[in-house]
């Protein structure tokens, strides 16, 4: 089955800096790609995804980057505000059923 | 209020007994999820349906059972044949099965005393 593999498992930055998750998957039938983002004591909510036929997509200050060759995918948060702080997941799935990463936690300090 | 719901928020349970979790939803969707969230684990899949009367073992199926016999009812059994029960359950739906948005409950956590 698929295998996703998210890193860091922690990120600590200072707000108004860049950041940026990674995620590796292994099978090459995945062709949809989600990001959720669980606020503490909350459920996690979707707040991008990708499709395999696009290389890039962009909603404000997020946006993510798929590379189908290398078979990676990357969360980027710019000018990160301390209301980004949370756990993120990122997603994947062959023949549709869905395995998420293990999961990282950003930290922005005020 | 359109939306999944689960019930209850907070269950305790003694070694040995079953239980049911409840997840609701009345956004019409077709497909159906349950996944368990431990520290540092992410959401490991525990069952899933695509339609009503269908569903298929996840990851992590062994000793959980389902059923989907109406559209909007999911629920989830934790039998006494899971070793390592207490953990934050999840139901999530989509409008189809695969590539699209799931769309979370607020969790179930359990706890085997």
């Known amino acids: 089955g698929e295998n996703v593999e998210q890193h860091p498992s922690t990120l600590s930055v200072q707000e108004g800096d860049s950041a940026v998750i990674k995620c590796t998957y292994s099978?090459?039938?995945?062709?949809?790609f989600p990001w959720y983002k669980q606020e503490l004591g909350k459920r996690p909510q979707l707040i991008i995804d990708?499709?395999?036929?696009?290389g890039e997509k962009k909603d404000q200050r997020i946006a993510v980057t798929l590379n189908k060759t290398a078979k990676h995918f990357s969360l980027h948060i710019t000018e990160t505000q301390p209301e980004d702080s949370a756990v993120y997941f990122c997603?994947?799935?062959?023949?549709?059923?869905?395995?998420f990463g293990r999961g990282t936690s950003l930290i922005v300090h005020p | 209020d359109g939306g999944i719901t689960q019930s209850p928020k907070y269950l305790f349970r003694k070694e040995g007994q079953n239980v049911t979790l409840s997840c609701e939803q009345n956004?019409?969707?077709?497909?159906m999820y349950w996944y368990r969230q431990d520290p540092g684990q992410g959401l490991r899949l525990i069952y899933y349906?695509?339609?009503?009367?269908?569903?298929q073992k996840g990851d992590i199926a062994e000793g959980y059972s389902v059923s989907r016999e109406k559209k909007e009812s999911f629920p989830l059994t934790v039998t006494s044949a899971q070793k390592n029960p207490t953990a934050f359950y999840l139901c999530?739906?989509?409008?189809?099965?695969?590539?699209?948005?799931?769309?979370f409950g607020p969790g179930t956590r359990l706890t085997v005393l």
């Open positions: 999530a739906s989509s409008i189809e099965f695969g590539g699209n948005e799931q769309f």
């Open positions: 099978d090459s039938a995945s062709n949809y």
């Open positions: 990708i499709r395999s036929n696009v």
């Open positions: 997603a994947g799935g062959g023949s549709y059923i869905p395995t």
């Open positions: 956004l019409n969707h077709d497909a």
């Open positions: 349906s695509q339609i009503v009367n269908d569903f």
